[in-house]
């Protein structure tokens, strides 16, 4: 019997040998997306669990990678939605228009402040898209969305971004 | 907004949170699969729990069988 077949059945050893030649690859899409290494690793054994839970929901003939990234995806996106933003806002948002590292150094940190006000599924694409460059069709596959709507919301996160910078002071197109 | 402004924000936004680099899986994470699989307790199917209550239900309107199924039991 084939090892997607044997897997679908609920053979553990198929189980195992799935995880370690796919664990790589599905700890690798998801660290790129939650930026942590530890988080990554839990969410990478929380994938394999979901896998493993939904096996006979699997079709044998169907590609195993793209269904554990899609599965991944969804447990980073879950992640996302779950997680709080660590750091408070500053008391004085004010950008200064003059170039020193101080300020850049602000810039950035109000960028990431932004950034990690977006709701999750806006993060999620922004963050393979704009951060990683990972292309829309292969977002699109992963998210379980159409193409026409990873841009939709890839344009929606700049638009907040974008909304959020300026109420903080950063001007995009007048370099600070 | 113009497609300028947007390159713009994407290169801000690269400065700011950097493309992850080390994308390398630090250890073998098998152990901490069997783990997790070991932690799950079974899960009781939905219709397990209905014929609960649909049991409990009966036995609640119906009492006289009380005794007749502590005799089958």
């Known amino acids: ?176 | 907004m113009n497609q300028q402004d947007d390159k713009e924000l994407q290169a801000l936004l690269k400065q700011a949170i950097a493309p992850v680099k080390d994308t390398e899986l630090p250890r073998d994470l098998w152990p901490e699969m069997l783990k997790k699989l070991d932690r799950q307790p079974a899960r009781i199917p939905w219709f397990d729990w209905a014929l609960a209550a649909l049991l409990s239900v009966a036995l609640l309107f119906f009492p006289g069988v009380i005794p007749a199924l502590l005799y089958h039991l």
């Open chain 1, 1 to 176: 019997m084939e090892l997607l077949q044997r897997f679908a059945a609920g053979d553990l050893e198929a189980f195992e040998t799935l995880f370690r030649g796919n664990q790589k690859q599905v700890y690798a899409w998801i660290v790129r997306i939650v930026r942590d290494s530890g988080i990554a690793e839990d969410l990478t054994v929380e994938t394999f669990w979901r896998i493993y839970r939904s096996r006979s929901h699997f079709d044998p003939a169907g590609n195993f990678h793209a269904w554990a990234r899609r599965i991944a995806t969804n447990a980073a996106l879950d992640h996302l939605r779950r997680a709080r933003r660590e750091t408070q806002l500053p008391e004085d948002l004010a950008c200064s228009a003059k170039a020193d590292p101080a300020v850049q150094r602000q810039t950035r940190e109000q960028i990431r402040q932004a950034f990690g006000d977006l709701p999750a599924k806006y993060r999620l694409v922004a963050t393979l898209a704009l951060v990683e460059e990972e292309p829309y069709d292969k977002i699109a596959d992963a998210a379980g969305i159409s193409v026409a709507l990873v841009k939709v919301r890839v344009f929606r996160a700049v638009r907040l971004l974008r909304k959020k910078l300026t109420s903080m002071g950063v001007e995009i197109g007048a370099r600070t």
